[in-house]
Nanobody, 128 residues
Framework: QLQLAESGGGLVQPGGSLRLSCQASVFSSDYYAIAWFRQVPGKEREGISCISSNGVTTKYADSVKGRFTISRDDAKNAGYLQMNSLKPEDTAVYYC?????????????????????WGQGTQVTVSS
């Protein structure tokens, strides 16, 4: 059974950078898309980025476009989220998720309900 574990969160000053990692136990097929979400208390989980299984398709929320970059390394069963120019409003618990899109290497989605496997989350705090 696929399991995910995030790491790399922490406290950073505004304008700083962090790189989150999502380590998967094993991808049983070549069709797993990876996505990153974030959530603050009292708000809905926000889909901020996703990457298709072949890495060709990437999508970003407007709130992070141009600042965050999603990537993956299938040799390591890992996904990454490089976060630059961080703002206080980026403070949240960040989650990675994965979903298998059978036969489709080019698709990913930022809709939380589309994903069935989640990590435990990692806290990112942007504050001076």
């Amino acid at each position: 059974q696929l399991q995910l574990a995030e790491s790399g969160g922490g406290l950073v000053q505004p304008g700083g950078s962090l790189r989150l990692s999502c380590q998967a136990s094993v991808f049983s097929s070549d069709y797993y898309a990876i996505a990153w979400f974030r959530q603050v208390p009292g708000k809905e989980r926000e889909g901020i980025s996703c990457i298709s299984s072949n890495g060709v398709t990437t999508k970003y929320a407007d709130s992070v476009k141009g600042r965050f970059t999603i990537s993956r390394d299938d040799a390591k069963n890992a996904g990454y989220l490089q976060m630059n120019s961080l703002k206080p409003e980026d403070t949240a618990v960040y989650y990675c998720a994965a979903k298998e899109y059978y036969g489709n290497n080019y698709y990913c989605d930022r809709t939380p309900t589309d994903y069935t496997t989640w990590g435990q989350g990692t806290q990112v705090t942007v504050s001076s």
